[in-house]
């Protein structure tokens, strides 16, 4: 019993798409996966509301205070009150229209706050602003 041949010559035309799919299926499953990995290290923190907040619109540097008396200057922490002086002094020195956003967790203590915006008046930044989330209309 031999095995008969048909000698065909013609061009396949078609494209098989099954390996592109199963690509595309492995690569959206990646991208799942290391999205909800990226989330892990933002830092949070929960703004207070104000009916008067506004976005800022020039280039800033934002100056995080949290619950527990940590400080992050532009998402970097610092280990101490004196190190995030020295590190505006430094970008004052850099840019002197520097401007600062202040986020405060609400749960932070008001002293921190006025302690932080006392230090960005000493470095004679006059140019800050407290950061808070809109109040939505139906909270009024």
């Not at 619109?57 to 002086?85: C, F, H, P, W």
């Amino acid at each position: 019993m031999g095995l008969i041949q048909e000698n065909n010559d013609d061009i396949i035309s078609g494209i098989n798409i099954t390996p592109l799919v199963d690509i595309m299926l492995v690569l959206l499953i990646i991208f799942m996966l290391v999205s909800s990995i990226v989330d892990l290290h933002a830092i949070k923190v929960e703004l207070p509301h104000a009916a008067t907040g506004q976005e800022i619109k020039n280039e800033t540097v934002s100056v995080m205070i949290m619950q527990n008396g940590d400080y992050y200057l532009a998402g970097k922490k610092m280990d101490s009150s004196e190190d995030l002086r020295t590190n505006l002094e430094i970008r004052k020195k850099a840019n002197p229209d520097i401007q600062v956003a202040i986020s405060a967790d609400k749960k932070t203590f008001h002293e921190e706050v006025i302690r932080v915006i006392d230090m960005v008046r000493k470095l004679d930044i006059t140019r800050f602003a407290i950061n808070v989330e809109p109040l939505n209309p139906s909270e009024n």
